[in-house]
């Protein structure tokens, strides 16, 4: 499916997005990369200007935006019965997809949701039913108080910048990175965000991990795949 955006809106975040000071050093065609410490100088700063502009996106539209997300992830994702998903909980201005979380049960679903164990450990996906209670974790984010252990078939994984190979800029904390690097390859792992988080690239390096996929409220970006030769 060819991805849907707002292509005024993508070409100015793209714009913005990409420094002269890193680009003339980095060609994500030929994998050539800028240094190290210039990718997390840029992620750093990139991040904090990403969030901020999600904060100020009004309550009432951001509801909207979750509910159209919702929308393109139930024709992505289409019949999830038996399989075990899991989502998040809202941090900072992230798309709410708890209606869409609370629901998976009624579809035939089992909800998960991700736990901090350790700082330098992968993410713990734990069982939760909506009627299930819940408990503070890292940052004060609910997280189970009785789910079991489990391995999601699929992750929904928040973004806080993507770009079009679907490489997803998180916090920083390294916390999906080594999730998603330690699950089985038949998990499909799907970003989340909002159109306006696209940008031109997040840099990727070689612990950086593609998503299947980015859903947001104009539609589903799937990685650019370049035909082999004689293809």
Known sequence: MKPVNDNEQRDAAQEYASPP????????????????????????A?????????????????????????????????DVSGRIVSVYWPFRGEPDL??????????????????????????VFRSWRRDEPLEPGVWKIPVPSHGIAVTPDIVIAPVVGFDA????????????????????????????????????????QDHDVAMEMIVTESGIVSPIVTPADGS
């Open 21 to 44: 000071c890193l680009m003339h050093r980095f060609d994500p065609l030929t994998g050539d990369r800028v240094m190290d410490a210039d990718v997390v100088r840029w992620r750093k």
């Open 46 to 78: 990139e991040r904090e200007r990403l969030i901020a502009a999600r904060l100020a996106i009004p309550a009432a539209d951001r509801s909207r935006l979750s509910q159209r997300i919702e929308t393109w992830l139930d024709l992505a994702l289409g």
């Open 98 to 123: 708890r209606p869409w979380l609370k629901g998976l049960e009624e579809r035939g679903a089992v909800g998960a949701l991700p736990v901090v164990v350790h700082r330098h450990a992968p993410l």
């Open 165 to 204: 190979d679907c490489f997803r800029l998180g916090y920083g904390g390294g916390f999906y990175d080594r999730t998603l690097a330690d699950l089985p390859r038949r998990t499909w792992i799907v970003g989340v965000g909002y159109e306006q988080q696209a940008i031109r690239t997040i840099y990727p």
